[in-house]
C-alpha cells in the first residue's frame, strides 16, 4: 500500500524554486536541531509581546501633554509602519 502525502492547502502564491528550496533546507535544519523554524528569526515578537508594547505605546502616547507633539508622534510611528 502507499502512502499518499499531501501538501497543506496554501493561496496560490507564486514562489521561486530558491524560496522553496531555502524553505526545505531551513525546516531540514531546524529538524535536526530539534528547533522550531521560528528559532531561527529571534526579532519576530512573540503575539504577547506585540500586545505588551501596543500597551506601552499608548500608554506613552496618552501621557504626551501638548496637541503638537502627539500629532508629531503620530506621524512618526504612521510612517514607520508604511512598507
Given at each position: 500500500?502507499?502512502?499518499?502525502?499531501?501538501?497543506?492547502?496554501?493561496?496560490?502564491?507564486?514562489?521561486?524554486?530558491?524560496?522553496?528550496?531555502?524553505?526545505?533546507?531551513?525546516?531540514?535544519?531546524?529538524?535536526?536541531?530539534?528547533?522550531?523554524?521560528?528559532?531561527?528569526?529571534?526579532?519576530?515578537?512573540?503575539?504577547?509581546?506585540?500586545?505588551?508594547?501596543?500597551?506601552?505605546?499608548?500608554?506613552?502616547?496618552?501621557?504626551?501633554?501638548?496637541?503638537?507633539a502627539r500629532r508629531t508622534c503620530l506621524a512618526y510611528v504612521r510612517a514607520m509602519a508604511r512598507p
Amino acid at each position: 500500500m502507499t502512502c499518499a502525502t499531501t501538501q497543506p492547502v496554501t493561496p496560490s502564491v507564486r514562489r521561486r524554486p530558491e524560496t522553496d528550496r531555502s524553505a526545505a533546507m531551513l525546516e531540514r535544519i531546524a529538524d535536526t536541531l530539534r528547533l522550531p523554524v521560528d528559532a531561527f528569526f529571534p526579532d519576530k515578537p512573540e503575539p504577547g509581546e506585540t500586545v505588551a508594547q501596543a500597551a506601552d505605546l499608548v500608554t506613552a502616547f496618552m501621557a504626551i501633554e501638548t496637541v503638537a507633539a502627539r500629532r508629531t508622534c503620530l506621524a512618526y510611528v504612521r510612517a514607520m509602519a508604511r512598507p
